[in-house]
């Protein structure tokens, strides 16, 4: 009886530390996942930050203006070149 109990908390024993061995790997694996990811993450918000960037320049008045200037040949509205429309009077 005693042999049967021994080799019984035996198998108990090999079968905790392989559920350990599991779970530390998991836990590892696990871990580098989130390392890789937060790094992407990282990647992520610089990238984001360089669009926001760019984004800016390109919405600047002046460069738009340069632009409508040079690419559509438009220029900028004078005063006397301004015609007022006004309802007629009946």
């Known amino acids: 009886m005693s042999a049967r109990l021994n080799l019984f908390l035996a198998a108990c024993l090999v079968a905790c530390a392989m559920f350990l061995v599991n779970a530390q790997h998991q836990a590892r694996r696990?871990?580098?996942?989130?390392?890789?990811?937060?790094?992407?993450?990282?990647?992520?918000?610089?990238e984001g930050r360089q669009l926001?960037?760019?984004?800016?320049?390109?919405?600047?008045?002046?460069?738009?203006?340069?632009?409508?200037?040079?690419?559509?040949?438009?220029?900028?509205?004078?005063?006397?070149?301004?015609?007022?429309?006004?309802p007629e009077a009946k």
Request: hydrophobic share 40%.
């Open 30 to 46: 696990l871990f580098v996942e989130l390392e890789r990811v937060q790094a992407q993450s990282r990647q992520l918000e610089v």
């Open 52 to 86: 926001q960037l760019e984004q800016s320049r390109l919405a600047q008045h002046a460069r738009i203006e340069a632009l409508v200037k040079r690419d559509l040949n438009m220029t900028t509205v004078r005063p006397d070149s301004v015609m007022y429309l006004t």
